[in-house]
């Protein structure tokens, strides 16, 4: 009697979606508002904070306003980072030695505009720093039709920049902006948290058995691939019965499912992963004959 038991991929991940809370979807369209400070997301007006505004301008440019406090106890400086860490990056300094807007390829040293190119400035960039407000306009024809976006600003002393995205290392952008010729460009927020998994091997086959004889399948390993530490639960959908008598890390499972102590993956932080054995031991008295599978599912919640 031939036992086969498929885990398929493509379910595990959309019940993983739908289990991220309502609010922690950030989903916007141009123009882009946020404001932050060194903690992440702020209140505009803040001492030590300032306000992002990505906007098309509707002359075939995209335009990044960054506004400081009234007051600010601090030099505003900004970097507007496309595609980075493969693009490029501009980027305003104000402490004597690097006075005015830089650029930065994906290759190469930085220059300041007035010296890119033998002397001339960028014709597809333009820049402004008045007051409290820095902006860059950047023209959509150098962008390509979907690019990646990342800034920081320096908010409070010479020496405090902070990220716009606060997701930290890796690098993750703020933003991703995708350019349509006629419709204009959309600002598309990531979502965060962003609760996924997967699991290793996609199907196992547990050969041809005999009641009685408990017969070991393949390991199973989980790897978190989203970006928050995650509890992972296991269902089965029996389409075979024989399934019922399926085993994971010895233990059967209670309730419909195997929880998270059963699989001992109560806490996998990202990017780390968690095994768990498998075995069918059918009894001697099951009396059914031919194929049968059925579909495992791996089940991840967020841990708060």
């Not at 505009?113 to 820095?134: H, I, M, P, Q, R």
């Not at 600002?187 to 070991?216: E, H, K, M």
């Amino acid at each position: 009697m031939k036992k086969k038991l498929s885990v398929l991929i493509a379910l595990v991940a959309m019940l993983s979606m739908l289990l991220v809370p309502a609010g922690a979807l950030a989903v916007t369209s141009l123009p882009y508002n946020e404001t932050w400070d060194p903690e992440g997301t702020a209140d505009s007006g803040d001492p030590h904070s300032v306000d992002v505004v990505v906007e098309d301008t509707g002359d075939g440019w995209l335009q990044w306003t960054y506004t400081y406090s009234d007051s600010p106890t601090h030099l505003p400086k900004m970097t507007v980072a496309i595609d980075y860490p493969s693009g490029f990056c501009i980027t305003t300094f104000d402490d004597g030695s690097h006075d005015g807007w830089y650029y930065a390829p994906d290759v190469g040293t930085a220059v300041q505009f007035a010296e890119y190119s033998g002397g001339t400035y960028l014709d597809w960039a333009a820049t402004s720093a008045v007051g409290n407000v820095l902006t860059v306009r950047i023209q959509k024809s150098e962008l390509g039709l979907t690019f990646m976006w990342h800034g920081y600003a320096n908010v409070d002393g010479a020496q405090v920049w902070i990220e716009m995205n606060t997701s930290g290392d890796p690098w993750l952008p703020t933003g991703e902006i995708t350019i349509d010729p006629d419709m204009g460009p959309s600002l598309n927020g990531f979502i965060d948290p962003i609760i996924a998994i997967n699991v290793y091997p996609t199907n196992i086959d547990f050969g041809t058995i005999t009641p009685g004889t408990p017969v070991s399948g393949d390991t199973i390993t989980v790897t978190n691939i989203g970006t928050v530490a995650v509890a992972v639960s296991a269902s089965i959908d029996p389409k075979g019965d024989a399934f019922q008598y399926l085993y994971l890390n010895d233990k059967q499972r209670t309730s419909g499912l195997w929880s998270a102590a059963d699989l001992t993956m109560t806490n996998i932080a990202p990017t780390l992963f968690a095994d768990c054995t498998t075995e069918l031991k059918v009894p001697v008295t099951y009396s059914a004959k031919g194929a049968e599978d059925t579909t495992l599912l791996f089940l991840a919640t967020a841990i708060p």
